[in-house]
């Protein structure tokens, strides 16, 4: 089995000595940690990555999705390295399902916006792809607690959550997730990719089938609609991704159901 050494990078405000504290929108600091790391391959997951936080502090979001991945790109493609920017299903404007990649990106979120023009970053570069994850759910890979943490405790303590039944998206869990980013910086595929889950799924039932397998009462789990909250930009309603050049390339890669991806180890 090949082997590979990975060198991490996380926020400024870091404590962790296993990963490298850098901030993306210190020119300095990426190409001091880039020269540094020297790496052959990027996986560029670092973003303001919340839509509300993004509608909030767009300077910082357009610093951080956009300027900080043109700065890579550029170390990158100059060197002749492999860049992976992952990007986002809410680049679309969420009016039809199974969107595919060629299917016009029409982002209506500010976050959305600031990940389609970090992609237009990348667009025809050697080496350079944008793969598009959809909603990532599982218990959290790092010691920070994920929404979907937070909401499994709170079901955990027998408190009833509501969760919209008419947005839908193709949820991946976490650790097939971060397989597909793997495979894909070891092929040499570039431009566009969606990597999804094999369903089309609201929500709720993401969220009443994740309580089912972990063996909460999804009962708990109760339904509301978009409508029932006033959010400071619309959402996208419909987000769902067509997986399919991913499939084919990669025809072993795992993209389980819910119940197979929460199973106990």
């Known amino acids: 089995m090949t082997t590979h050494e990975v060198a991490l990078w996380s926020g400024p405000s870091t404590r962790d000595p296993a990963m490298r504290p850098v901030d993306l929108t210190d020119s300095g600091a990426v190409e001091s940690a880039l020269a540094a790391d020297d790496p052959a391959v990027v996986i560029h997951a670092a973003a303001v990555s919340t839509a509300d936080r993004a509608f909030r502090e767009p300077r910082l979001a357009h610093a951080v999705n956009v300027v900080a991945t043109g700065r890579i790109a550029d170390w990158c493609v100059g060197r002749g390295r492999r860049l992976i920017l992952v990007s986002t299903d809410l680049v679309f404007d969420g009016r039809a399902s199974w969107r595919r990649e060629q299917d016009p990106a029409q982002p209506i979120l500010e976050y959305g916006r600031t990940k389609r023009a970090a992609e237009e970053l990348l667009d025809h570069r050697p080496g350079c792809l944008s793969a598009r994850l959809s909603l990532l759910y599982g218990p959290t890979p790092c ?18 959550q509501a969760f919209f039944i008419d947005e839908y998206r193709t949820p991946l869990d976490y650790a097939s997730a971060a397989a597909a ?37 999804p009962k708990l789990v109760l339904a509301n609609h978009l409508r029932d909250i006033v959010f400071p930009e619309p959402r996208p309603a419909d987000v769902s991704l067509d997986s399919s050049l991913f499939v084919a390339t990669f025809p072993s890669a795992s993209r389980p159901k819910i119940e197979q991806a929460l199973e106990a180890p």
Do not use: Y
């Open 143 to 160: 010691k920070r607690p994920s929404f979907f943490d937070q909401a499994m405790g709170t079901l955990r303590a027998g408190i009833p």
């Open 181 to 217: 980013l793997v495979a894909l910086a070891l092929s040499d595929l570039t431009g566009l990719v969606h990597v999804g889950g094999p369903e089309r799924l609201s929500r709720f039932d993401l969220m009443r089938r994740a309580a089912r397998a972990l063996g909460i009462d």
